[in-house]
């Protein structure tokens, strides 16, 4: 069985909703350095940390969605919301479509290849961005979703057994 590869963007849409300031005040507000480089988690108390005077606009996610932060991509900030709430705009709300699991695109996004390829296609000296048409047009292989999901699994399998031998040194 030959594995289909498709652009990311096929199956993949940049969700760009804009919250403006003064609005959405119920969402809580996630900032870039609320996601964990590299493990896809949240910095524990950053989600509900909302600015006092919001000043510019917010991208609005919620549990479907898979963060991307495009602001210095090697940091490799990519997490998976579990609620609504708005974010920076330096953070891309991207929504799979139903044949993408979107813990299957986390791990893709967060692979040390696609870093790797993302972030020399980035732009900007002491500030590079992600350019988001290049990321939308990386190709991903794309298994049945039964098999994404256990791929899934097994890489979180995988991670847990990382972490935990982290945790014991």
Same mark, same amino acid.
């Given at each position: 069985?030959?594995?289909?590869?498709?652009?990311?963007?096929?199956?993949?849409?940049?969700?760009?909703?804009?919250?403006?300031?003064?609005?959405?005040?119920?969402?809580?507000?996630?900032?870039?350095?609320?996601? !964990?480089?590299?493990?896809?988690?949240?910095?524990?108390?950053?989600?509900?940390?909302?600015?006092?005077?919001?000043?510019?606009?917010?991208?609005?996610?919620?549990?479907?969605?898979?963060?991307?932060?495009?602001?210095?991509?090697y940091l490799n900030k990519v997490a998976l919301?579990?609620?609504?709430?708005?974010?920076?705009? !330096?953070?891309?709300?991207?929504?799979?479509?139903?044949?993408?699991?979107?813990?299957?695109?986390?791990?893709?996004?967060?692979?040390?290849?696609?870093?790797?390829?993302i972030a020399e296609r980035s732009?900007?000296?002491?500030?590079?961005?992600?350019?988001?048409?290049?990321?939308?047009?990386?190709?991903?292989?794309?298994?049945?979703?039964? !098999?994404?999901?256990?791929?899934?699994?097994?890489?979180?399998?995988?991670?847990?057994?990382?972490?935990?031998?982290?945790?014991?040194?």
């Amino acid at each position: 069985m030959s594995l289909r590869r498709v652009a990311l963007g096929t199956v993949c849409a940049q969700d760009r909703t804009s919250v403006r300031p003064g609005h959405g005040d119920d969402l809580p507000y996630l900032g870039l350095e609320g996601i !964990e480089s590299g493990t896809g988690q949240f910095v524990v108390g950053e989600l509900s940390k909302t600015p006092e005077a919001p000043q510019a606009n917010s991208f609005r996610f919620d549990e479907r969605h898979v963060l991307y932060g495009k602001l210095r991509p090697y940091l490799n900030k990519v997490a998976l919301p579990t609620a609504p709430g708005k974010c920076s705009t !330096e953070i891309i709300p991207l929504l799979p479509a139903p044949q993408l699991d979107r813990r299957y695109l986390s791990y893709f996004l967060r692979a040390p290849a696609t870093v790797q390829q993302i972030a020399e296609r980035s732009s900007g000296a002491r500030m590079p961005r992600a350019d988001m048409d290049f990321v939308l047009s990386l190709p991903i292989g794309l298994p049945p979703l039964d !098999e994404q999901r256990r791929i899934v699994d097994l890489l979180a399998r995988a991670e847990g057994i990382v972490r935990l031998r982290r945790e014991a040194q």
